[in-house]
Structures are given as C-alpha cells and as structure tokens.
C-alpha cells in the first residue's frame, strides 16, 4: 500500500508539472488600467489570451460609453 502512494503522489507530481500557471493582474489608479500577468509556460499563448482580454475590455467600454 505504502509504494502505491508512493507512486500516486508522484503521478499526480508529473501531472502537475505540465498544467501551465498563469496570473492576470489589474490596477486602476487615476482613471488608467494597468494589466500585467506572468506565466510558467507557454508565454505566447497567455501572450495572446491577453491581447484578447484587452481587446474585449476596450469593445465592453465602447459599448458602455455608446450606450450612456
């Protein structure tokens, strides 16, 4: 039992080691919106995820702003 843990533990540690962290960070300060992120892996994938966050905050604040 205690070397089926064993190797359990170390297969979820191998699975672990290709899933991809990534943060997004925002701050508002004065009326401007800082956003940063970093990642583990894959920066050109999280790269353009967040190109195309961007793009989706400026088309919600057009449509806001159009509709006020």
């Known amino acids: 039992p205690l070397v089926y843990a064993g190797f359990g533990l170390l297969m979820v540690g191998v699975i672990m080691s290709y899933v991809s962290h990534s943060q997004v960070w925002a701050l508002e300060q004065d ?38």
Request: cysteine-free; charged content about 20%.
């Open 31 to 68: 009326g401007v919106l800082y956003v940063g992120g970093r990642t583990n892996r894959a920066q050109v994938a999280f790269e353009r995820e967040l190109l195309g966050l961007l793009e989706a905050l400026d088309a919600a604040k057009a449509s806001t702003s159009a509709s006020a």
